[in-house]
């Protein structure tokens, strides 16, 4: 006789293997936006509680969007190969966009973030990498090879491939690679050299 094993509803299955149970990561978003009113961060009340499981994004780890008037906080399917600690992090590092003047990674969102830091010992930053979070190459989905553009740094050589034109690149002189090195734009007209 064979025996199955009781699998608790709300499981969330990573390439067939047991990840998390869904009422998990809801306990974690609860929990991190208790954490940031503790700690006296404006966090909104109007923010689902439910953390929607995206399974597109390729390099992407969460978002936060709107909509209706209310706060989407999401994470990507992969994301939850990582460690509860890192789930905890990027959930902790979408919620702060959800305070007023926290859109993007400006000041008052920087602000917030270390005050998260210096309570709880999160290590939430503007971007993390794969292995930061402790995800392996071969955890990363496969990557899109009908990129259109690359961004490149020309002191680190660090390169940003995109597959639509952005505003970044209507105005790259404007903007610095992390390492301050200055951007320039690598069109790619033949498939087959993007890959």
Known sequence: MIKQKSVPCGTLFVNGEISMVREDIDNILAEVIKEARAIKIPVPSN???QVYINPRPKRRFGCCSTKGGRFNIEISEFLLKAEAKHIRGVIAHEVLHTCKGCRDHGSRWKEYAA???K???YDIKRVSSFEEIGLKEIDR???NTNIKYII????C???YPRQR???VMQKIDAYRCQC??????IIIHNKALAG
Request: proline letters at 4%; glycine letters at 14%.
């Open 152 to 155: 490149k740094c020309e002191k």
């Open 119 to 121: 309570a709880y010992g």
């Open 165 to 167: 034109f952005t505003c």
């Open 115 to 117: 005050m998260m830091n």
């Open 157 to 159: 050589g660090r390169e």
């Open 141 to 143: 989905p496969e990557k």
């Open 180 to 185: 301050g090195g200055k951007l320039s734009l």
């Open 47 to 49: 923010i689902n509680k």
